[in-house]
T-cell receptor, first 113, second 112 residues
Framework: AQSVTQLGSHVSVSEGALVLLRCNYSSSVPPYLFWYVQYPNQGLQLLLKYTSAATLVKGINGFEAEFKKSETSFHLTKPSAHMSDAAEYFCAVTQTGANNLFFGTGTRLTVIP | DTGVSQDPRHKITKRGQNVTFRCDPISEHNRLYWYRQTLGQGPEFLTYFQNEAQLEKSRLLSDRFSAERPKGSFSTLEIQRTEQGDSAMYLC??????????FGSGTRLTVV
């Protein structure tokens, strides 16, 4: 069975501060991992994905995530938060041969001016 | 290529009515997925098509729900005899291969 756990349903950071959103996964086989961002009343936009290549994955808008097998983690970071980063962020997992993504419950990021 | 399109963006319906949503995937994508997202939750998988074949259905997809992809292009999701618990955002995604999911903007259903 596959699942993801996102620690912290709400995270607040000051503008310019480091963003760290946590995701831990459970998978019995090598996973594919994703981070998506969702703005109010919008669909999901892919930020980045890990598909068994480099463990440090760079995405759009300055975000990156590191796959750590020993910690079963795929935390999302950004060195300096911008007001436009305020949104809901979802971590998701799947595996080779699977036909669907399993999503976490999301983390709402608030950026304080 | 305009991405994945979903129509309508919003739908308000009375309990007991039937509703149908449409999804137009990216043209070269042969895989199409439907997800449901309730307030404060992550999306949950409903069903998956490869070309016109519906290959997987979640147990969330009750008998009142039916999805089709008749020619392997657009897809429809119909909910019969809607209930208040059906109120959610319905998301469509498409991909050409594993790991390349592109989501649409969703259809928000409100059952009153």
């Amino acid at each position: 069975a596959q699942s993801v756990t996102q620690l912290g349903s709400h995270v607040s950071v000051s503008e310019g501060a480091l963003v760290l959103l946590r995701c831990n996964y459970s998978s019995s086989v090598p996973p594919y991992l994703f981070w998506y961002v969702q703005y109010p009343n919008q669909g999901l936009q892919l930020l980045l994905k890990y598909t068994s290549a480099a463990t440090l994955v760079k995405g759009i808008n300055g975000f990156e995530a590191e796959f750590k097998k020993s910690e079963t983690s795929f935390h999302l970071t950004k060195p300096s938060a911008h007001m436009s980063d305020a949104a809901e962020y979802f971590c998701a997992v799947t595996q080779t041969g699977a036909n669907n993504l399993f999503f976490g419950t999301g983390t709402r990021l608030t950026v304080i001016p | 290529d305009t991405g994945v399109s979903q129509d309508p963006r919003h739908k308000i319906t009375k309990r007991g009515q039937n509703v149908t949503f449409r999804c137009d995937p990216i043209s070269e994508h042969n895989r199409l997925y439907w997800y449901r997202q309730t307030l404060g939750q992550g999306p949950e998988f409903l069903t998956y098509f490869q070309n016109e074949a519906q290959l997987e259905k979640s147990r969330l997809l009750s008998d009142r729900f039916s999805a089709e992809r008749p020619k392997g292009s657009f897809s429809t999701l119909e909910i019969q005899r809607t209930e208040q618990g059906d109120s959610a955002m319905y998301l469509c995604a498409s991909s050409f291969r594993e790991g390349g999911y592109t989501f649409g903007s969703g259809t928000r259903l409100t059952v009153v």
